[in-house]
């Protein structure tokens, strides 16, 4: 009894699942009302390298960005390096003075202890 109630039940449930995927097919009416669509992902990374260097302490503070520039091979090449080896990071990368949102890189310097620093 129970061989044959197996065997009407798997009939049942074949000719149920038949007419589920049936039904699930579209006709060429439903066909003609579909359209395509993508979905698409951007996700920023940035990553973030710095360096400290010792300045002649008789530089004012509005000479330092001048000083920098005539002085960059005393930290480019570290800096390169440090950026190379530095992890991504998820997201823009913003905050602590980095704010130049529609820029593709930043660059600035920060004086130690006094408050005081800027874009280069």
Same mark, same amino acid.
């Not at 007419?19 to 579209?26: F, T, V």
């Not at 400290?52 to 005393?74: A, F, G, M, Y």
């Not at 823009?92 to 006094?114: A, T």
């Given at each position: 009894?129970?061989?044959?109630?197996?065997?009407?039940?798997?009939?049942?449930?074949?000719?149920?699942?038949?007419?589920?995927?049936?039904?699930?097919?579209?006709?060429?009416? =439903?066909? *003609?009302?579909?359209?395509?669509?993508?979905?698409?992902? /951007?996700?920023?990374?940035? %990553? $973030?390298?710095?360096?400290?260097?010792?300045?002649?302490?008789?530089?004012?503070?509005?000479?330092?960005?001048?000083?920098?520039? =005539?002085? *960059?091979?005393?930290?480019?090449?570290?800096?390169?390096? /440090?950026?190379?080896?530095? %992890? $991504?990071?998820?997201?823009?990368?913003?905050?602590?003075?980095?704010?130049?949102?529609?820029?593709?890189?930043?660059?600035?310097?920060?004086? *130690?202890?006094?408050?005081?620093?800027?874009?280069?």
């Amino acid at each position: 009894m129970y061989r044959i109630n197996k065997q009407k039940n798997q009939k049942i449930m074949k000719t149920r699942n038949d007419l589920e995927y049936a039904n699930s097919q579209p006709n060429e009416n =439903e066909l *003609e009302k579909e359209r395509l669509i993508t979905i698409s992902n /951007r996700s920023v990374y940035h %990553k $973030y390298a710095e360096v400290t260097i010792p300045i002649p302490k008789h530089i004012k503070q509005e000479d330092v960005v001048d000083w920098l520039s =005539e002085n *960059e091979d005393r930290f480019t090449d570290d800096l390169d390096q /440090r950026m190379s080896e530095a %992890k $991504y990071k998820f997201g823009f990368g913003l905050g602590d003075g980095m704010d130049e949102k529609d820029e593709e890189s930043e660059w600035r310097y920060d004086i *130690e202890g006094e408050k005081y620093g800027g874009h280069l």
